[in-house]
């Protein structure tokens, strides 16, 4: 099957002036090994680091910066189904799909957020809870 490379690989016109960050894509196990791991084996923190890493885009570092990678384990761990499009919602979302958010804390530490360097509503400065109080006076439109 054609990959996207492959594409640009067949026009003459590409430009060579591309982003050349480096994509930590292809440095991680293949996604693939999610379905070859058992429960078992995800019950080990770093297999579940790095199975996660495969499947999010995000390397093991910043899995663990973000403070969920331990809930997060635990919270699949709980779970009997393995399904790496949960683990992926987990990851990006807080939650594991059709169920509320982990913890008070996973939503506003979600992926989703570093994807497009955002910030949770309501959860960064002015801080969480900022709207129950008056504005301040003098700030003028």
């Known amino acids: 099957m054609p ?3 492959d594409h640009h690989d067949d ?15 292809h440095d991680r196990d293949d996604p693939d090994d999610f379905e070859g791991a058992d429960h078992d084996d995800l019950a080990d923190f770093d297999a579940f680091l790095r199975v996660s890493a495969g499947l999010t885009g995000f390397d093991e570092t910043e899995l663990r910066d973000t403070g969920m990678a331990h809930e997060h ?16 919602h987990l990851w990006y979302v807080g939650a594991w799909p059709g169920e509320p958010p982990s913890s ?6 979600g992926l989703m957020w570093r994807t497009f360097q955002g910030a949770p509503p309501g959860a960064v400065a002015p ?10 006076q003098g700030g003028g439109r």
């Open 11 to 25: 026009h003459d016109h590409h430009d060579d002036r591309h982003d050349h960050r480096h994509d930590h894509r």
């Open 3 to 5: 990959t996207i490379d």
């Open 127 to 136: 801080g969480h809870g900022s709207w129950a109080e008056a504005p301040q």
């Open 73 to 88: 384990h635990r919270t699949l761990l709980a779970r009997r189904v393995r399904d790496e499009h949960a683990l992926i």
């Open 104 to 109: 008070p804390r996973a939503y506003d530490r």
